[in-house]
Every structure is written in C-alpha cells, then in structure tokens.
DNA sequence: AGAAAATCAAGAGCAGTGCTCTCGAAATGT
DNA sequence: ACATTTCGAGAGCACTGCTCTTGATTTTCT
C-alpha cells in the first residue's frame, strides 16, 4: 500500500509535468494551439500515454483553467493582505492591481478563463471554487468598510425585477458579516464587471486608439470606481 | 468588359455564399470549430476551390469578423436613430440594448469580435471602420448632449499623465461638435468599458450565481452609467 | 512467494484539419 | 482564332484528437 502510493506520486508528479508542458505552449502559442501531440512530444512520451492522464484535450484545458484561476486567486489574496486592514480603499485597489497585473503576465492564461468559452462550455463544477477566490476578497472588503460604518454613496432605488435577484447574494455578505444594501450589491458587481471590462479591453486590444498609457488610465479609472461603491 | 464583370460578379455571389455557409456553421458551433472544409463540403465544391476566394482561413474569419462587426454597428445606428434627438439618455439606452440584443441573437459572433483574440491577433486594418461604428455613435451622443448644456456630472481631477493620452480624442469629439473636458472622456470610456464588461460577463456565463434576471439588470446597470457619465 | 489483476508506454490506425501543387477545362482578352 | 488568365478538381503533406491492441511492468490478492 505504500509502494501504490509510489504508482500515485510518480503518476502525480508527471500529470504536474504535463500541465507545465501544456503551460508553456500555452503561453507561446494560445489556447487554440495547445496540442495535446505537441506537449506529448515535449516530454519524450508518445501521444497515446498522456491519454492515461488526461481522457481528453478538453480535461487538460479544464486543469489549466483550474490552474490559473487558483493562481489569480492566490496573487490577489496576497496582494490584498498586504494592505492596512483598515484601508478599505486601498484594499480594493489592491485586488485592481493584481488582477490586472497577473492577466499582463499571463495573457492567454486570463484569455483562457475570461475569453470566449473554448469548448462548448460546460463549466465542471470544481472551476467554481477557484473562480470565486477574487470574488470572495472584494465582498470581504466590501463587508468590513460597512461594518466599520466607512461606506458612504447614495442610496438609489432599486427596481424590484432586480430586487428579488439579489437575495442569495444578500446572503453571501451577510455570511462575511457585512449586512449591505440591495444597491450595494449593484454597485459591487457593476465595479467587478468594470474591472474585468477594462483588463479585458486592453489586453484584447480593443482600446488602441482610445488609450496609450494603460498603466495611469487603469489606475484612475479603478479609483474612480472604488468611490462609485463608496470606499 | 462587360464580360468581365460577370465573372467578378459571380466571383462576388460566391464569395457572399461562401461566407453564409461559414456564418452558419459558425453559429452552430463556434469559431473554433470553423472548419474551411465543412463549408466547401457545404457548397459541393472541394476544399481547394474556396482557397481561390480566400487565401486562408484567417482570412474567412477576418471577413467573418467584419460583417459582424458591420451587423453590430447598423442595428446600433438604427436603434438609436428611432429615439427623439434630445432624448440623450434615451438614445444612450437605445445603444446599449441594442448591443445587447445583438450580442444575444448572434453569440458566436459576439465572441468572435469580442472574445479572445483567435489567431495571434493582428487586427487588419480594414476592421478598424466598422469597429469604430458604435464608439462613434455614443460620441455622438455625448457631443449632442454637451452642446445643449444639458449633461451635468462632477468634474473630478484626471492625473496628468492620464490627460496627456487624451488629446486625440477630445478633437474626436470636437470634429462631432461637442467641447468636452477630460473627465467627460474618461467617463465615456469606462461607460462603453463597462457595456462590453456586462455583456460579456453574460454571455460568457461568468455571472451565474450573480444575478439570473439578466435583462433587468443589464437595464438598470445601463442607466446608473448613463447617469454617472452625467446623461 | 506465486498467481491474478491493474496499470502503463508504445505503435498502428482512423477521420478529420489547413494548405500546396499540378492538371485539364472553361472563360476572357486581344 | 490564339494566348492568357481564372477556375474546379484531385492528390498529397503534415498535422490534429482519439481509439484500440499488444506486450511489459507493477501492484494486489491469495
């Protein structure tokens, strides 16, 4: 029983080896050319074996897509302790800022989660997890500046179409000990979608000719909504 | 001469037909699985003969990519066109639903042009046009809306290294008749990044478990940025 | 310790892809 | 009427994802 665990480490360490593999043509050539052939060829196997440890190229992708979610989860959690607890704002930006940071370094990692579903889409279960991480880190900020009674914006009203969606979500702040406005709730996912909007604009390319300096215009443009929350 | 014309004028239908049957399959099932073949198959002809008509898939794709865009833009200009003129929320709103129903009807599409950039992306610069179609309509707005002193917003100060990038685009907005300040095109932008942010999120299923009544949402979202971009 | 069962790498093979080249036939220009 | 361009068809290359079989090794059960 421990020599089957020999079978189950060695065979841990080369699905670890086949993602690296796949990573780095991934990085190089996209998504769209990740050939399971070419990372088979890489490590001196033939295509056939990596079958044993992927059923399919669409698995192999899926673990990437684990894979950089985690990885973008763990740089954000990092960046954002970093931060004075109590600087809500500068918490927020934080995140801003390592989110954009990480999808610079891994471009087509950030294209893989937050492009054009590659596949036909059916989102495995075990990439909800791991898509939640910097989701989790903005509500939690969001949660204690109300709780510390620093959130300030104007209340707007709600229509009840959308009120009644929000329930769950309601929930899921509470859970984080921030009890919060339907409005707020809005405003934070309108601030989430704008962060992903901008990052994916720029690094999409869809902002030449709009903007040059990606770097201030990224700045102010969280900062100016960071205040749109309230923080 | 004439004759000449009626090859290129059967060169053309072909061409028209040849990208149907590639929009078509398109739909079906994604530009990924686009396949140069399948529509040859489609039309009877053999693979070889399309590559008279484009020199590459990339090609076919980047035509693809044009119409889509081409599509986009005239369901655009003729929503906004069908609202009262100084009705400048209104046409912003007719704008935003329209990309939105547009990007609904014809996801793939939307993906194409939106989505991760395909090939290695070199965007050729005969799609420069019809992406500019929709940004120019909202300009429009915005500019009408300045002249007739009816847009209001709090003028907050823009780092001056975000300022310097913005002078192309003041005299974008000035040859459309609006004098606007450096705010009000930052404002502008992160509207419209906002629009593209919440469509995608949507379509690309990254707000399951955030909101479910999309349609509310979109429209209520729509208009709290109208009205943070001062309409 | 020896037999049975699971696991594995490798190879051959299938159906599909993008793309190139060559070859006759047809349309076009002179 | 002749020369030139344009076109469709076919064969072929290199590549892809994926399946199946074969023979060897390793693990597990008895």
Known sequence: MNAASVRSRVRAELVDEIKEAARRQLAIEGAAALSLRAVAREMGMVSSA????????????TALIVDAYNAMGERVEEAESAVRRTDYRGRWMAVCHAVRDWARASPHEYGLVFGTPVPKYAAPADTIPPAMRVTV???????????AGVLVADREPIPKAVRADLAPIRVFFAERGGIVDDDLIVRSIMA?????????????????GMVSKHDGFFDHEMR???????L
Do not use: C, K
């Open 50 to 61: 990596v079958y044993r440890y992927f059923p399919s190229r669409d698995d192999l992708l």
């Open 137 to 147: 880190v903005l509500v939690q900020i969001v949660a204690d500046a109300v709780r």
């Open 192 to 208: 989430w979608t704008h962060i992903y909007g901008a990052i994916s604009f720029e690094l999409f390319g869809h902002r030449v």
């Open 224 to 230: 100016r909504m960071a205040a749109f929350v309230g």
